[in-house]
């Protein structure tokens, strides 16, 4: 262990405690105790060799030596309270006093000690304080000003010394007080050092915090403009952190969340703590610089406090704090999907409920009712006519009641991907027109046209038949349920490259735009004004959706309300099952249905190879 390890240990024992947790502060309190105390106890150990050589002292000596035992009082000042200004002013006072008693009996203002005001300034810069600094300056000038004055009336006793030994004596007062003023001012130096040091280490800690932090801390101006910005954003946004200076990043802002930054920013300089979330524009990776790419931050801004900066701003300043909540976002989003999907379900549940009520129980009271009939027709004196009547009821009753339960088991299957395609050769021409035939009565009795082009050279396909059929007769029923009467159903199907067309339109009430993107869904019936005029489960559509699907074709329904609806589905002509996951099957599907409203005009275009009856649905 060194001298100088020992000395700065000793120092440190005798520091205030406010003094040992400011690094700047203990180094300021050791510069201040270490040359006092060092000088004391030197001058203490000098002065038994300067009584053996001088011999008796004079009272200036005398009042010389016992000067040497302030500084010892002032450091002791210093660890007992701390005040570190109050000590500088008392050592002021203290140097004063002792030039003073000096200079009053060798001559006062001519005196060699005289010189030494100079010093008291000197020392007290060292307090880093105008006020002790000011105080010392007044303090030396008022003590020159009393020399001169009693030097002039004749107050203060004249030096008896010959010319050499004032000489001697001025010489060495010179020399003193500049050995004294370079201690003086090595000891600034050190201190500088010291401090420039402390901040050169805190400015990289806090550079090192900032270049490390995953949020951006940013300095705005009221209109916006960074003055600073942490390297973070460099990260964040991709960009180097000089195009962000000025308005950089308020040209990356969303043009629609720019108000709301701008009057964050305006609140904060007012006073207000402010958090407002945004979109930033994030400059893409090199592959994909031709797209934008938007991130969702939040900024919470706070007014600059002036103490806290080296000069005061001119105007109010914003300091920033934006972190990136994109993926916060995202689950926000997720949640809001998965709230809809639930309050789908919810809905898809109480329109489950309401169809069944009436599905089920209309079909089960005719069963139930006309059975009873003919168990008591002896009572009743039912006749043959009337039991084969209500056989045949019970009979229609019971095959709608089976179509409802197969329409629900189908769906089931599929939604749950069990439903397995049969695949073979079939014609579907033939299956076309069985189709129609078996609906022509049915549209014949509500006054509709039933129009039916399927040329002749249709091609031999792949798939299911039954399948096929299913998708058909939904789909011409639909046509002739929500058709009135007197208007036309057409029917045609075409090859276009690999795939076979078919297409189904009509002339009937057509679909609102909004009921057209739920199009498809299970239990649902589009329309508020006619969907209590007819019956159904709301399962047709879905089916021949999911059908579609799984015979890996399109679905798309064209529709204008009051005008008709139209709706095209596209076949591969051989069905290959395709191996798949069953991530891979959904993410098929959800690019089947494009559910499109049309203009009349443009319905009116698509289908000018279509016949005349059918260019008239839209």
């Not at 309270?81 to 000096?102: K, W």
């Amino acid at each position: 262990m060194t001298v100088l390890s020992i000395i700065r240990d000793c120092l440190d024992a005798l520091l205030h405690p406010s003094a040992r947790y400011d690094a700047l502060m203990r180094a300021r309190h050791r510069a201040f105790m270490a040359p006092r105390l060092l000088g004391s106890l030197a001058a203490f150990a000098a002065f038994p060799v300067y009584l053996v050589l001088r011999g008796a002292p004079s009272a200036v000596e005398v009042a010389a030596f016992a000067w040497l035992i302030a500084p010892i009082l002032l450091s002791w000042f210093l660890s007992r309270t701390g005040h570190y200004e109050g000590a500088h002013v008392l050592s002021s006072l203290a140097l004063a006093g002792l030039i003073m008693a000096v200079a009053g009996s060798t001559g006062g203002i001519d005196s060699f000690a005289a010189v030494w005001l100079v010093v008291v300034p000197l020392e007290a810069a060292l307090s880093a304080s105008r006020r002790v600094a000011a105080f010392a300056s007044l303090l030396a000038l008022s003590c020159a000003g009393l020399l001169i004055l009693g030097s002039q009336l004749g107050w203060l006793p004249s030096a008896d010394t010959t010319a050499a030994e004032r000489g001697v004596l001025m010489a060495f007062g010179v020399a003193s007080a500049t050995l004294y003023a370079a201690g003086l001012a090595f000891g600034a130096e050190s201190l500088a050092r010291t401090s420039v040091a402390l901040l050169s280490r805190e400015e990289e800690r806090y550079r090192l915090l900032a270049r490390n932090m995953s949020d951006v801390v940013s300095r705005h101006q009221r209109n916006g403009a960074i003055q600073f910005i942490s390297p973070a954003a460099e990260a964040m946004l991709g960009i180097s952190v000089a195009q962000l200076l000025g308005h950089g990043l308020f040209d990356r802002v969303h043009v629609a969340d720019r108000p709301a930054y701008l009057t964050a920013l305006s609140d904060a300089a007012r006073g207000d703590v402010r958090s407002v979330e945004f979109r930033l524009r994030r400059e893409p990776d090199g592959s994909e610089r031709g797209q934008i790419d938007f991130l969702w931050v939040e900024m919470r801004c706070r007014p600059l406090d002036p103490e806290m900066g080296r000069d005061v701003p001119r105007e109010p300043e914003v300091v920033a704090v934006i972190r990136d909540v994109t993926d916060h976002k995202l689950s926000e989003q997720a949640l809001e999907q998965a709230r809809s999907a639930a309050e789908a379900a919810d809905a898809a549940k109480t329109r489950f409920l309401a169809t069944m009520s009436h599905e089920l129980r209309t079909p089960l009271n005719a069963i139930i009712g006309f059975s009873e009939m003919i168990a008591q027709e002896q009572t009743l004196m039912l006749g043959a006519a009337q039991r084969k009547e209500y056989a045949e009821l019970i009979n229609a009753s019971g095959q709608h009641l089976l179509s409802v339960v197969n329409g629900i088991l189908d769906m089931s299957k599929m939604e749950s991907g069990n439903f397995e395609i049969a695949s073979e050769p079939f014609a579907p021409r033939a299956s076309l027109l069985h189709c129609c035939n078996l609906l022509a009565l049915k549209a014949r009795e509500n006054g509709i046209d039933l129009i039916t082009d399927a040329p002749q050279d249709l091609p031999v396909m792949t798939g299911d038949p039954r399948a096929f059929k299913q998708i058909v007769l939904n789909l011409v029923a639909n046509a002739i349920k929500f058709t009135e009467r007197g208007g036309q159903v057409s029917v045609s199907a075409a090859v276009t490259g690999s795939q076979l067309m078919l297409r189904i339109s009509d002339t009937g009430v057509g679909i609102a735009p909004d009921d057209l993107k739920r199009i498809g869904a299970p239990f649902f019936q589009a329309g508020k004004t006619y969907q209590r005029r007819h019956e159904g489960t709301g399962l047709g559509l879905s089916i021949v959706k999911s059908l579609v699907a799984l015979h890996l074709g399109e679905l798309t329904v064209q529709s204008k309300l009051g005008e008709g609806t139209a709706v095209t589905v596209r076949l591969p002509l051989v069905y290959t099952p395709p191996q798949v996951k069953p991530a891979d099957e959904k993410a098929s599907e959800s690019k089947i249905a494009t559910l499109t409203p049309v203009l009349r005009q443009e319905s009116q275009d698509q289908t000018q190879d279509q016949p005349a009856l059918v260019k008239k649905s839209a």
